[in-house]
């Protein structure tokens, strides 16, 4: 797990956000997306990698929940996309469980290519050492959760408990990007999911992914806008303070569904 730090809190940024769900490599509709928000983005061909030109509508920032890469085709437009915006004080971003994987690759370490990682690694692959050490140093520098509006928003990748926000440790890192797990696996061999959400009674609006619906799902004072569009879904953003959603559906289904869409049930039906 990376280091911990404290950039989680940013309550003196007001906003407004158009908090952006897991792209997953789906540039064609992220880009669409933006463009119908109001951003503008531009391509110039750098060698064999086109880089963006962006700009944002006046008084308004993207806010991604993470998961960039795996699965979709455009990884790596992706990643420059965000990483223009964020470097152009458009953008912000916490990572997902898909990019500290990516990272881990990019790092040098030996990862599973599984899940969509290897179309990423494929992507990636052409890219020159520094560009790719640019990316991990990107990636390490995203807080595991933004702390936003004075404190009345929260957004992160999977999710985050009430007594977790104005804090960070190891466990919150893990909550923020995995969500509520434990030890158990189901039959597909992944981590069985516990619904945090319906326990969640904070004060601040958490804005999440990680866990595909099929639409936009209001739990409590939260609400996770992963509309599954690598699966054939949607890709949805919640403008704030607004709390109006936008998507835009799929071009195409771009990996197998591993399940039906929908939240997980909550912890107490598993307890004996
Ligand atoms: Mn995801």
Avoid at 33 to 60: D, H, K, N, Q, V
Avoid at 62 to 71: E, M, S, Y
Wanted: aromatic content about 10%; glycine content about 12%; overall charge negative.
């Amino acid at each position: 797990m990376a280091s911990s730090n404290d950039t989680f809190d940013r309550r003196s940024e007001t906003g407004s956000f158009d908090i952006i769900g897991d792209v997953h490599g789906c540039i064609d509709e992220l880009e669409t997306l933006l463009l119908r928000l109001g951003y503008g983005i531009e391509w110039t061909w750098s060698g064999s990698r086109r880089l963006p030109t962006t700009s944002a509508p006046a008084g308004r920032r993207a806010v991604f929940v993470g998961d960039l890469v795996d699965r979709g085709p455009g990884a790596a437009d992706t990643v420059s996309l965000v990483m223009t915006m964020c470097a152009a004080g458009q953008a912000l971003c916490v990572p997902g469980n898909h990019d500290f994987k990516f990272r881990r690759w990019l790092d040098g370490h030996n990862v599973t290519r599984a899940h969509g990682l290897d179309l990423t690694i494929a992507e990636f692959e052409t890219w020159t050492p520094q560009d790719r050490v640019a990316v991990s140093g990107f990636l390490r520098t995203l807080p595991y959760y933004l702390w936003l509006d004075g404190g009345a928003l929260v957004v992160t990748h999977a999710g985050i408990l009430p007594e977790m926000i104005g804090t960070i440790s190891h466990r919150i890192e893990s909550f923020c990007l995995y969500g509520d797990t434990d030890n158990r696996r189901n039959a597909g061999g992944f981590p069985i999911r516990y619904n945090w959400a319906t326990r969640y009674d904070g004060a601040a609006l958490v804005v999440y992914g990680h866990t595909c619906v099929d639409e936009p799902a209001w739990v409590n004072g939260t609400v996770c806008i992963d509309t599954g569009c690598c699966f054939g879904g949607s890709l949805t953003a919640l403008r704030y303070p607004e709390r109006q959603s936008v998507s835009v559906p799929a071009v195409r289904q771009y990996a197998v569904r591993d399940g039906k869409f929908g939240l997980p049930p909550s912890r107490q039906n598993h307890l004996k």
